[in-house]
């Protein structure tokens, strides 16, 4: 008869659930809520109320788990929103494509998570309302350019349709592994 050794077999040991926090900044109605609602519920509503201070939501997924915080993009909730920043392990700065003043405010947002403690988190930047391009005023190009001068990833959703959300997810997640 012959033993076998447990130490000697190449037995898989279970990796580790990655539990990350990952905060969606931006310009208010540029749809953070509603993209946080369709990947979490499936649910999209053409009359989300604005969020007042901040939301918190999870996610699990296989190999782990993303807590969601949805801040609002009021100037009122600033003192509220600096508080949050910190321990950051990701930033998806969020745009509305079919309104410049979204877009053109990303830097501002870039600067506050920097400036209260995100600054070794990963950014992702998402043009949300892909369902009505018709009405663009942000050129995908534009956003790709703007996102990979500064070596963040650019992503195309719709909320309201759910299109791409899963994927950019999921993205955001293996890069935090």
Known sequence: MVE????????PQPRERLQAKLILVGECGSGKTSIVRQWTCAEF???TESTIGIDYTFKDMKT??????DM??????????????KDANAILLVFDITVRKSFDSLDMWLREANRFGATNAYVGVCGNKADIG???VVQKAEAET?????????FEVSAASG???NDMFETISSKLR
């Open 4 to 11: 076998r050794s447990s130490r000697s077999l190449n037995i």
């Open 45 to 47: 509503s053409n009359k």
């Open 64 to 69: 782990s788990v993303l807590n969601l915080w």
């Open 72 to 85: 609002s993009g009021h100037p009122d909730f600033f003192e509220v929103r600096n508080e949050f920043y």
């Open 134 to 136: 018709n009405k663009r």
């Open 146 to 154: 703007w996102a990979s001068s500064r070596r963040f990833d650019y």
């Open 163 to 165: 299109v791409a959300i």
